[in-house]
């Protein structure tokens, strides 16, 4: 892909992550989903590796998308009772350290399905 195809795809990507950003501040989850497709096509490479690292490219741009949506939100008084918050981080942390560890050890196919029927079930549940 010549130059000129390379910053299409960029800006493209781009936009596309503005989008993803704009979905979490809004929606919640849904901006993790959209990401998690972006980064899908952007990703050349295929295979059980690909989508393992398209996950956690997803969950690195969403800590920074949550942090300026929980910091928007903050500063809104949108939410103001923190008392719950250590105890949210230290089981949110404890989660993802062992999603993290487990994510190798899943078949892709599994870890597909079960991405595919969370996000079945929360656009249900949005819905009721």
Known sequence: MGE???????????ALAAL?????????????????????????????????DNYACTLFIMIAVSAVSAAVYALRGEYSDFSELPTVLAAGCAGGISG???????????????????TIWAGIRMLM
């Open 20 to 52: 993803g950003g704009f979905a979490s501040g809004v929606f919640g989850a849904l901006g993790g989903i959209v990401l998690n497709r972006i980064t899908a096509k952007v990703n050349p490479k295929k295979g059980g590796d690909a989508i393992r």
């Open 100 to 118: 993290g560890v487990l994510c190798d050890r899943v078949n892709t196919i599994v870890l597909k399905g079960a991405f595919a029927a969370i």
């Open 4 to 14: 000129k195809g390379g910053k299409m795809r960029k800006c493209t990507a781009g």
